[in-house]
């Protein structure tokens, strides 16, 4: 009976303590804020998808890959936020144009059982420079889509989960682009 | 609608460009449409889907 209570409370406390952590994580500033409110006001209209790096050059302003991250992190945790998010996923978003090749690349390579592309490999592949492909492999392993693997071969990564070494079908442009300019009129990423 | 309907359509008057990448192979790819039409494709071999029915 004297056990009860403390239970509870220690449940209670608990809920609290991850509620508290979740909020924290999901966070945005000010500045942060303003490139979401570009992106939900503009995802959908003429089949937008637009990246959240796209946003961050359209709205202007000094941004870093932390407010990347940090926008990518919320909608992660937020997908009620627009449609574009539940269809076809926080990640379509989040990752830059050589981020998705790099992707691809190891995504291959993992599906088909294949030692992981050299960092050589990849800048060939991807038509990137051995400092945007370091970047965008630090980014992937960030976001929780690439994980390390002394096994690879390679740059020593893997897919962190299966749904990212079978990404493709309908509707799922994960690791997609479309970088339009309307020029004299809108910049945007598609579907 | 996809983005090549918008390019036939209610783009037709602008010029266009779209940076992309080859699903089967991750190659880049750099088209510019003008009046609805390609004027430029790299590589020249990329196939590109402008839809139909």
Known sequence: MRRQPRARLAGLWLACWAAASVASAAELTPKQQKVLDYLVANWGQDTAVTGIDLGMEIVGGDYSPDDRYALAAYLREHPEVHRVIRMFGWETVALTPDEKLIARQLSWADREGRPSPTAAELARAVGASPQAVAEGLQMLERFGIIRPDAGAGGVGYRMAKQAYVDWEGAMRITFMYHRVNVHGLKRLDTY | ?53
């Open chain 2, 1 to 53: 609608m996809d983005f090549i309907a918008l390019v036939n359509a209610k783009w037709s008057d602008r010029k266009v460009t779209v940076e992309d990448a080859s699903q089967y192979s991750g190659e880049r790819i750099h088209l510019v449409f003008e009046n609805g039409q390609v004027k430029e494709l790299d590589p020249p071999a990329s196939k590109v889907f402008l839809g139909g029915g």
